[in-house]
T-cell receptor, first 116, second 112 residues
Framework: DTEVTQTPKHLVMGMTNKKSLKCEQH?????MYWYKQKAKKPPELMFVYSYEKLSINESVPSRFSPECPNSSLLNLHLHALQPEDSALYLC???????????????FGPGTRLTVL | KQEVTQIPAALSVPEGENLVLNCSFTDSAIYNLQWFRQDPGKGLTSLLLIQSSQREQTSGRLNASLDKSSGRSTLYIAASQPGDSATYLC???????????FGPGTRLSVLP
């Protein structure tokens, strides 16, 4: 199974709402990533979790709050978002072994987020 | 700061042509470079990954090369097909870091 799943596929929310994006993989990968992608732009890295610990936060506003409850799950909690946060949010995972950094990132299909 | 560029930004070719997509990066201290394709509104599919110690990788009709010292990678697509139409992105991984930097992509259209 080389699949990363993301739910929901589409999400529309108001600026006062609280919502969460979910990502799941069962490949035994220990690194998981959140990216944001605006239309016709490349993905921009937001967060990286390695062995369930946050290892990279690319200066993302606090209205985005990541969580890694276990090695297979990654959540992104959203609160008080702005219309400019509307984008495709992509999750990815890769193998990670202590002392080395390896290999291919596998991406999910993304969640299309619209903030009204 | 690592910057990644891709040329051309868009490309339209008739079916059957061989084509080359280019990726350039400013900092040669990379761990690996990965090529992806992305269909409109969808996630990314990994095509090829080249470690910094490698010169090229091949998968089917795809061949990717890496010249780390000059900061360049090329993706060669042989005998292009309409199903190859997509945006192709390269991504560079920093030495021993988990930061990936993506190029802006090349939008490829293969006409039947």
């Amino acid at each position: 199974d080389t699949e990363v799943t993301q739910t929901p596929k589409h999400l529309v929310m108001g600026m006062t709402n609280k919502k969460s994006l979910k990502c799941e993989q069962h490949m035994g990968h220990r690194a998981m990533y959140w990216y944001k992608q605006k239309a016709k732009k490349p993905p921009e890295l937001m967060f990286v979790y390695s062995y369930e610990k946050l290892s990279i936060n690319e200066s993302v506003p606090s209205r985005f709050s990541p969580e890694c409850p276990n090695s297979s799950l990654l959540n992104l909690h959203l609160h008080a978002l702005q219309p400019e946060d509307s984008a495709l949010y992509l999750c990815a995972s890769s193998q990670e072994r202590t002392g080395t950094i390896t290999d291919t990132q596998y991406f999910g299909p993304g969640t299309r987020l619209t903030v009204l | 700061k690592q910057e990644v560029t891709q040329i051309p930004a868009a490309l339209s070719v008739p079916e059957g042509e061989n084509l080359v997509l280019n990726c350039s990066f400013t900092d040669s201290a990379i761990y690996n470079l990965q090529w992806f394709r992305q269909d409109p509104g969808k996630g990314l599919t990994s095509l090829l990954l080249i470690q910094s110690s490698q010169r090229e990788q091949t998968s089917g009709r795809l061949n990717a090369s890496l010249d780390k010292s000059s900061g360049r990678s090329t993706l060669y697509i042989a005998a292009s097909q309409p199903g190859d139409s997509a945006t192709y992105l390269c991504a560079v991984r920093r030495n021993y870091g988990q930061n990936f930097v993506f190029g802006p992509g090349t939008r490829l259209s293969v006409l039947p």
